[in-house]
Each structure stands twice: as structure tokens, then as C-alpha cells.
């Protein structure tokens, strides 16, 4: 089984190419990426050598139709599964038309009231929907709430903390602040997956990752794991999204990273990558 994977660069994009070749083989892998804005092939160039044969890379605008279809052309894929912003969905719509591709995973977000976003994840969706009731096409949309993890730029909510406490450059945060649902992007993946291979065609699913949490939450975790020190007990607010989830009780799918683990398995990793987030900070 092939996969054609577009915005294959960016931060869930990434760890979706690595998690595939990782854990699913012989299975082979095809990566689309204009590589801005967002996306960042040296999130790939690091991949086990092993992943190298069934791995290759395009820098490729989604928007050009011809060199689209060029790549469609060069195998016969399973799925494609769009990572990439919305600008070209019409164009990859039709391409995995013409060239048979069997199905079709939008990625999406949820909003902090566990509802879709009203701007461009509406009319993405949309789109799919109706390709999906005039063509037949075997669309999937997969919603999801914020992601954290490996390989996430580190302006973004997680890394910044986690930053932070690496460098104590700013005191926690405040206990008072909003909480927010949050998934492990590796949990995604899995989730991802599962809606690809299982799901209803035409069907909308939402992966959850089964808790929230404020900024102050996130700090008490990594801030401890960063010092050699045990995390606190802390009680975590459950996720709004998990209660009648047909991605649990249809597919069987359910998050396996708990907020203390999650969280320290990925300090840890920014801890030990310096390298790659360093060249990334703004400049004095």
C-alpha cells in the first residue's frame, strides 16, 4: 500500500510520515511539500535509514495541476491524506479522481467548544462532502483538537512552556488561565489511520485526547520532568469531545498518551534536540 501524503513538512504532517514508516510496513510513503509557510522538509531528513526505501520527497505546490498530476501518475496510491492549507483541495480532489485513488483524509480542527471552526475548516469540508455526494469519492474528514508533540514549531503553545522551563526565562503561568483540549500527535496518527482504513466513506469523525488543560497544567508537568524531578498530582479536566465518539465505538480507536506522560515524553525530546529548534527562535 502506497500513501500520497501533502504537507508532508509541517508539524502533524511530519510525525504522520514518520509514524507510518515506523509502524506499518512494507508499507511506502510519497511526501508532497512547497515547504512554506509551515512546512519544513528537515523535519523528514533525519528519518532510520531503514524508512529510506519506502520513503520519497517532493517539493511540490499543490496548486500546480501539472506537476500534481505528475506525481499522482508515478504510482498507484491507497489514499491521500491532506495536511497541506486549503488553497489546492479542488485541485487534489481531482487528481485522486482521475487517477483512482481510493480514498481521501482531510485533517481538521476543532475550536476550544469542541465545535468546528466557522472560517476556511467549513469550506474544506464542504468541499469534501459534496465530491463525496456527486462523484462518490471516498472522503474522510478526521477533526482533532490542538496537537502536541515531536517536531512542533516552538512559537506554539506547548514548546514555548516547555522552552521556557528549559531556560527559565519567564516565571510559570497563572493558575487562573483557560483550559484546552489537547491530543498527542501521535494519538492523531493512530487515529488517522483508523479512519482511513475503517471509516464510512463520507463520513466526519473527531479524535479526542481525552483531557484538558490549562497553560499552568502543562508548566507543573514538564517544569518538574525538565529538573529530574516526579510531576505533581494533578487533576485534568475530561475531554468534552470523547463522550458518543464513533471514532471509539465504531472503530475502536482511543488515545494511549494519559497529560503526564504525553507531556514528559515530549519535554524531554525538545530537551535532547536543541539543534533542531535553536536555528528557529526569533533573532534578538
Not at 172 to 193: F, K, Q, S, T
Not at 251 to 258: A, E, F, R, S, V
Not at 261 to 273: F, I, K, M, P, Q
Request: some cysteine; glycine content about 8%; aromatic content about 8%.
Amino acid at each position: 500500500m502506497r500513501l500520497l501524503v501533502t504537507g508532508g513538512g509541517g508539524f502533524v504532517g511530519s510525525n504522520f510520515v514518520r509514524f507510518v514508516l515506523e509502524h506499518y510496513q512494507p508499507e511506502f510513503v510519497t511526501t508532497v511539500d512547497v515547504t512554506a509557510p509551515g512546512g519544513n522538509l528537515e523535519n523528514l531528513r533525519d528519518l532510520p535509514h531503514r524508512s529510506a526505501e519506502r520513503h520519497e520527497v517532493f517539493a511540490a505546490d499543490i496548486t500546480d495541476r501539472d506537476a500534481l498530476r505528475a506525481i499522482f501518475r508515478r504510482h498507484r496510491y491507497f489514499a491521500v491524506l491532506n495536511f497541506a492549507a486549503g488553497a489546492g483541495i479542488t485541485t487534489l480532489l481531482e487528481t485522486a479522481r482521475e487517477t483512482n485513488v481510493k480514498r481521501f483524509v482531510q485533517p481538521l480542527a476543532v475550536d476550544e467548544a469542541g465545535l468546528p471552526p466557522a472560517a476556511g475548516g467549513a469550506d474544506l469540508a464542504g468541499r469534501l462532502e459534496a465530491a463525496h455526494a456527486e462523484f462518490g469519492q471516498e472522503t474522510l474528514i478526521l477533526r482533532s483538537p490542538s496537537n502536541y508533540g515531536p517536531y512542533q514549531p516552538p512559537a506554539q503553545p506547548v514548546p514555548r512552556l516547555i522552552l521556557n522551563a528549559l531556560r527559565r526565562t519567564t516565571p510559570p503561568p497563572p493558575a487562573n488561565g483557560p483550559a484546552r483540549e489537547w491530543i498527542h500527535v501521535d494519538d492523531h496518527c493512530r487515529a488517522l489511520i483508523a479512519a482511513m482504513l475503517e471509516g464510512r466513506p463520507g463520513a466526519t469523525y473527531v479524535a479526542d485526547g481525552g483531557f484538558a488543560l490549562t497553560d499552568a497544567d502543562i508548566a507543573a508537568i514538564v517544569r518538574p520532568a525538565l529538573s529530574g524531578q516526579p510531576a505533581p498530582a494533578l487533576s485534568f479536566q475530561p475531554s468534552r469531545l470523547a463522550s458518543n465518539n464513533p471514532l471509539r465505538e465504531s472503530l475502536g480507536w482511543k488515545p494511549i498518551h494519559d497529560p503526564a506522560s504525553g507531556l514528559v515524553e515530549t519535554a524531554l525530546w525538545y530537551r535532547d534536540h536543541a539543534a533542531w529548534w535553536t536555528p528557529q527562535l526569533p533573532t534578538p
